[in-house]
Structures are given as structure tokens and as C-alpha cells.
């Protein structure tokens, strides 16, 4: 159906305040699906269409709003209302709900709730952002060691309703420590008079909750889980973490990670809905930061006028030159911000991928060499031939070693590896790329150099 | 532990011929964990010790090997205990390793596993890679919608041990069409003598064989699903796939979107273990396209040698300049490449887009003119610095433009628009930028032109 057409049937039905359709029309999408209409709607007209709908799906639709439209939407909504909805909303989605709104607010709500789950908001909000405790839900089934399979299936059961998944029941002893685990589907296969404790799996795959994101992902995904129990420093289960969420958070990692080797800010918000403001916020930083990192390449360049004035032929090379081993570079950097993101690579693998990078930068760097020195002698001669064709060599060998050793020095230094940008690396490459270029021309050509810049 | 201490023991233990000792150590470790152990041991090593292990087990670590260990270790295993793993491995994975085998191996193996297994390998085999098809497996369970809640549940149980997933239950005709689904969780909630066909849920959530990847990605993680349904044309049931195959094309398809925006094709196997030939194969390409696009810089500068000889010191910003517009471009175009992968933005949103990219460049040029001009001041007096100010703001503008609009041209083209690289963008925004330095300089220093290059 068209997006547009259900915001207007449900801004007109409004109009009239026909609940019951508008009901209807709500129950007939899924919730994540509806979630796109509603964004075409006015916020005050969502809380309106809000107030038609049962209080479970609300707080459903709620959760599937991206964060810029849920702030829009809770903050015309009355207090009372937004406590009803929080308390229906699952653990994990509240609390993100909740940290979007001042510090006032979310006092003024919290008073209303019960306690158990004010508290559960608090447990859970208190964890840092981009750790396992973050994104955790409280909303798993835990079950002590010694009752039976039977026994087991119908706490399942009972519980159901309320809980993230059901498809994997977590043992604890009395002090909520982790002894194992085992799957809905191994239970329903066992026999209905086996303990627990007999079942279970007893080496669980854990996470502790001040363990960063990326690792819960990569865990979760080589081992295939559904959801991956988080402990703290006890091994005392404080949470789980569901496979939705890590599906969120690999492809806001990766997004992360794309905003930052094209050298802007991260951006949380979509990239649709931002503001002209907000990207320039994002996006000037770096940019300033290179300009003045930009002027070492002009730095280079004054050092080697008279070379430039003797031979004004040797410009023409300078763009495509100074390009090729950024290029170079860039390819080496964004290969390597990945296999460090993913993973693959580890620090420790520096010196034998230094190695291997030296060999096919030179292999590049050697074709690349061969294919400019026809342009160099067409257009300058055999002397610039040879200036332009050992400069590609070692501009690319330069480029790519600067490209693939800047991810790991920044990992050493605990900074993102993402950070080292294609743009950054480009303009450390011209800066080598210039001084390599004239250096060699001045040297070959027997010039000589201005005293200083 | 220690990877290659695991990895020595059991080379220590084949030499003694300890088959029970390797079988314990390797039943210590969850078959993924132990796949990083493995890639350790020589194939033949592999092959050894695979022969001490249980079948599911063995099936399953095959199954967590990364492809070219996959492809190591099958290429020494005899093919009778290649089909005999064949047989224990999911329906999807084995798939995946025929995959890798030339064809004459592939039939030799098929010749002596049952019927029905090899017609399921051919028809999964048979999907193009890159769709919904080539990553579903045939592992689910079916019912028919007559059945009652009990009689769904005893048919899971006894099912559960050969399929992917039991969480949930697919409803279809005696065609196979697919009339609904219900999840375990409803059915162990439900009253057992209801009938499925009241309690399914009759709007599944479907993709179609032949849709992308990313397509199932995007609806699996949209409506947080555990699986989805996989149809085709008639929407008869053809397969499932799981959230599992789901992160894992998530993952790889924005390792691909990173290889591409780094201007280097798209690399599959893992870098740390790529070879150097391989490496050059997948870099060299893109370098030397960009080589000769930046030609046209060169043939730019040539026009304007009378420019450059009579101000040398334009030189000096030359490399400052042409970079900021391919810097501003690469954000530019990165943001939009992941915004148009995660489906953030789409091709209509081009327009409105464009309009907005117009304001953020401006107001970024001009603070990047403010920034330079005060260099241009030093290095060159006020005249400089005017050419060079409103250079910036004109490249930062171009370049902006350029690296917005390629991605959209590029999914018009039906061209991947993660090959609107860093790399490419500036190159581009290269020429223009010299077009516009040299055309400000020679027009406001009132220079004459070269009649041609």
C-alpha cells in the first residue's frame, strides 16, 4: 500500500474520530511495517492514532519508530500516558526510548511505573553506551538446575508473554549465578522426567556486560546463537542479548565505520532526515583538519619552485602522481579498517602483512609505472619518463605502506582504526608523494633546490 | 587456550595414533571454536583427525571452517568420506562446499549420497549466487493447517533433530503453497486441541527466491525474525533462511561495500590469508582506470603552463585545493553509498537531497575559504588569497556535487554505487578543480591561455 495514502486515510479518519477504523486499519499491518506510515503523520496526530490502538501493539509500534520520530511523538504525549506505554514496552526498548528524553521527564514517568520495573529501568539504563550491558534485555527465563524437563516447559510456558525469547532457558543457582543453558528445543525432545541439570549444556558462550558490542556480535554470529547470556565479573547473569538487537548493532557498526574512513562524524540519525545544520556539524571538522595537514604538500612544493620553474612540464604529472599513491593508500586503509572491524585481522599480524603489502605494492606500484612512462615520454621526453615512472613506484610503495600501517598505530593508540580515512591517508600521501616527486627530479635532473620554503 | 598449543597436541597425539585422546580434546571445544584450531593443521593433518570425530560433529566443524580451509581439507579427503559428511552437514552449508569443488568431483561425490539428498543439493545448488535462493536451506518443518496444536508440537519433536530450526512452523496446501506460519512459542502456549489453521499467523513475512540478499536482510531484521520464508511465483514454499545466514550476508556485504568505496574489488576470502597475486588482481585494476582518468588533470594543467610560469606560487595551493573537493566529495559519496545500502535513502530522495547538498557544501566551502585565505594572504598577498578563497568554495561545492550524485547515477545504471569510490570521486573532483583554480587565476590576475594543451 502507499505510504502516503495510509498517513492520509488515518489523518482523515482522525478528523471524524472514527477509533474503531482507524483501529482496524493499525491491526491490519504489522507493527515494524506500520511503523513507516507513521512517520508521514504529525506527532501530534500519532498520539491520537496512539490512543486508538490496544495497549501491547502501541507499545510495539513504539518500539519500531526510529529514535528521531519516537522523540517527536512521546514528547506531546501526557505523562500518564507514556508510563501506561513504557510499562508495555520490552526491557531493552524502554530504556532506549527513555534515555532520548531530559532527565525530568524521565523522573516524572518513573514515579508512576511499579516498582520492580523502575528499578529494572535504572539497572538497565546504568550500563555505557556501546557495551553488551547497553543493549541487554532482563526479559529471559531462568530456571534453577534441579526441576525436571516437564517442569521446565511449563515455567516456559507460563512465562512466555512476557519474555524476549523462550527458545533457550537459562540455569541459574540461588545466587543468580550461571550453571548452563538449554534450548526450547531440547526440551521438548527430552523425556519429560530428566533434571535439568542433566540436560543442560554446561559450557554457556558468555559476555560480560562491560564488554564492547562488537564483541557480542562476533560471538553470537560464530557460534550461531539466538541470544547470548551477559555476565558480570561473578559469572552472575545479569541480562541476555537477543539476535535482533545484534542485527542493529552490526549494521550501525558498519555504518560507523563507513561515515568515518569517508572522513565525517558518525551519524547516528538518518542520513534522509538530517538537518543541513547537523551535517555540516559532522562533516567540516575533518575537513578543516585537512586543509592544514594540506599545506605541508604546499610546504613541499615551495621548497622545489625553482625545479617547477626550470621545468614547468613536470606539473602536469603532480596531480596524477600525488592521486596515484593516495589511491594506493586509500585501497591498503579501507581493507584493512574492515579486517580489523571484522576481525580478521588482530594487531599481532602487523609485521607479516607489512611484508606481504611491500610485495604488492611494489607489483602495483611497478605496472602503474610502466603505463605512465609512455605518457612521460610523449609528453616530456625519456629524462621525464624516467622522473615519472620511479616516482609511481615509490609513491605507491609509500602510499600503501602509510595506508595499511595507520589502522593498526591507531588501534595501538586505542583510537578507532576507522579513523584513518581515506582523505587523511591521501593527504599524508601527497605530502610524501611531492617531496619523492621533485626530490627525484631535482636529483635526476641535476637542479638545484631553493635554500628553504 | 593457546591456538597453536591446541593445534601441536594434536599433531603430537595423530603421531602416536591417539584417536580417543584427539576425540576428547577436539569434544572439549565447541565445533567453532575448534575451526580456528584447525586452520592450523596442514590438510592432511585435518583430514587425520577428522576421521577420530563423531559424524554430526565432524559435519558441523566442516561447516565453521572458513572457505579455502574448507576447500583444503576436502580436496585431500577420499570421496566416500566426503559424502559421507555431505550427508551429515546442513542443507545449506553442504551446498555451499559443493559449491567449491569442480564439477567432475561434485558428481563424483553426488553418485553415492541417497536421492532425495542429492535432488535437495542440485535444487539448492541451482539459485544464482546473490539471492534468497542461494542462502535458504530446505531444513524446516511444514504442516498441514489441519492439524491440531498437539499433533504441530509431536511432529516439531520428532522432527527437531534434522532441521535448522523448530522455532518455527511453516503452514502450507497439499501444493505447497504457503498459507501461514506459527511460532513454538504460540503452539506451546496454545490449547493442544486447537487447530493450526485458527491459530497461524496468515500474513507471513515472504521474500522470493530470485529477490536480493540484502532484500531478506533488510525484512528478517525490519520485523525481527528468527526465519523467513522463502517462495517463489505461485508462493509455494521453497525454503527458509535464518537469522544465522542473515548476519553473515550482513557482514559480507558490507566488507564488499567497503572494498568497493576503497577502490579495490570486492575480496571474499580472508585478508590476512590472501595471497600477494591475489591481492594485486583484486588492487591493480581500479589504480590504472584512475591513472588514466587522471590524465585529464594533467591535460587541465598543460592549458594553464603560461598561468603557472607567470605565478609559481600558484602551485604551492595546488594540492590544498584539489584535495578538499575530493575530500568533501569521498563524505559526500560514502555517506550516501551506505545510506542507499542500508535503504536509508532511495533513488527518488535524489532531488531533495541534491538541494540540501547544495547548502551544506556552500557553508562548508566557505569555512574552509575563511581557513585559506589567511594562508593565501601570507604566502601570495591579497590577490592570491582572493583566487584561492573563491576556489575553495567553488571545488567544495563541485567536488560535494560530484560525490553525491554518482552513487544515485550508479543504481540508475544498475551499477553497484559502492563503486563511486573515494578514489574515483577524487580523481574527478581533480580535474574540476584545476579547471576552476587555473580558470579563477588566469581570469583574475588577468593572465593570457595556452591555445591548447
Not at 506527532?43 to 528521531?68: K, M, S, T, W, Y
Amino acid at each position: 500500500m502507499d505510504v502516503t495514502k495510509t498517513s492520509d486515510n488515518l489523518r482523515a479518519l482522525l478528523a471524524e474520530d472514527k477509533d474503531a477504523e482507524i483501529r482496524d486499519i493499525c491491526n491490519s499491518f504489522h507493527p515494524a511495517a506500520l511503523a513507516d506510515h507513521f512517520e508521514h503523520l504529525e506527532p501530534e496526530e500519532r498520539v491520537q492514532v496512539l490512543q486508538c490502538l490496544d495497549p501491547l501493539f502501541r507499545a510495539e509500534l513504539i518500539g519500531h519508530l526510529d529514535p528521531n520520530t519516537q522523540l517527536d511523538t512521546v514528547e506531546v504525549m501526557p505523562d500518564a500516558e507514556l508510563a501506561r506505554t513504557v510499562t508495555n514496552m520490552s526491557a531493552d526498548e524502554r530504556v532506549d526510548l527513555l534515555k532520548l528524553l531530559p532527565d525530568e521527564r524521565v523522573e516524572e514517568v518513573l514515579r508512576t511505573v511499579a516498582k520492580a520495573e523502575r528499578e529494572d529501568i535504572l539497572r538497565l539504563g546504568a550500563y555505557k553506551e556501546g557495551t553488551a550491558g547497553a543493549i541487554m534485555t532482563s526479559e529471559y527465563v531462568s530456571i534453577p538446575p534441579d526441576i525436571t524437563a516437564r517442569e521446565a516447559l511449563d515455567k516456559l510456558r507460563l512465562e512466555a508473554p512476557n519474555k524476549e525469547t523462550i527458545y533457550c532457558a537459562y540455569v541459574v543457582d540461588n545466587k543468580r549465578r550461571l550453571l548452563g543453558l538449554i534450548s526450547l528445543k531440547d526440551l521438548i525432545v527430552a523425556r519429560g522426567h530428566s533434571l535439568i541439570e542433566d540436560l543442560m549444556t554446561k559450557e554457556a558462550i558468555t559476555v560480560l556486560a562491560d564488554e564492547p558490542q562488537e564483541e557480542v556480535a562476533r560471538k553470537l554470529s560464530q557460534y550461531d546463537l539466538i541470544a547470548i547470556p551477559v555476565v558480570n565479573g561473578n559469572n552472575t547473569l545479569v541480562g541476555i542479548v537477543t539476535f535482533d538487537d545484534v542485527l542493529d548493532v552490526t549494521e550501525a557498526e558498519a555504518t560507523t565505520d563507513f561515515h568515518r574512513i569517508g572522513a565525517s562524524g558518525s551519524l547516528k540519525e538518518s542520513l534522509r532526515d538530517a538537518s543541513l545544520g547537523l551535517l555540516y556539524r559532522k562533516r567540516v571538522p575533518w575537513l578543516l583538519i585537512l586543509v592544514f595537514i594540506n599545506i605541508f604538500s604546499g610546504a613541499a612544493i615551495a621548497r622545489y619552485e625553482e625545479v617547477i620553474e626550470a621545468y614547468v612540464a613536470l606539473v602536469f604529472f603532480l596531480p596524477l602522481l600525488i592521486d596515484s599513491g593516495g589511491n594506493a593508500g586509500t585501497q591498503s586503509a579501507t581493507l584493512m579498517v574492515r579486517a580489523l572491524a571484522t576481525g580478521d585481522v588482530q594487531l599481532r599480524d602487523w609485521f607479516k602483512l607489512l611484508s606481504r603489502e611491500v610485495g604488492v605494492a611494489a607489483a602495483i606500484g611497478l605496472s602503474m609505472a610502466v603505463a605512465v612512462s609512455f605518457l612521460g615520454i610523449y609528453r616530456g621526453g625519456a629524462e621525464i619518463a624516467v622522473v615519472v615512472s620511479s616516482t609511481m613506484i615509490i609513491v605507491v610503495l609509500v602510499g600503501s605502506l602509510i595506508g595499511m600501517s595507520l589502522p593498526f598505530a591507531f588501534t595501538r593508540l586505542k583510537l578507532d582504526p576507522a579513523a584513518a580515512s581515506g582523505p587523511l591517508v591521501t593527504s599524508l600521501a601527497d605530502i610524501a608523494g611531492v617531496l619523492i616527486y621533485f626530490g627525484i627530479a631535482a636529483w635526476y635532473l641535476d637542479l638545484p633546490l631553493v635554500a628553504a620554503a
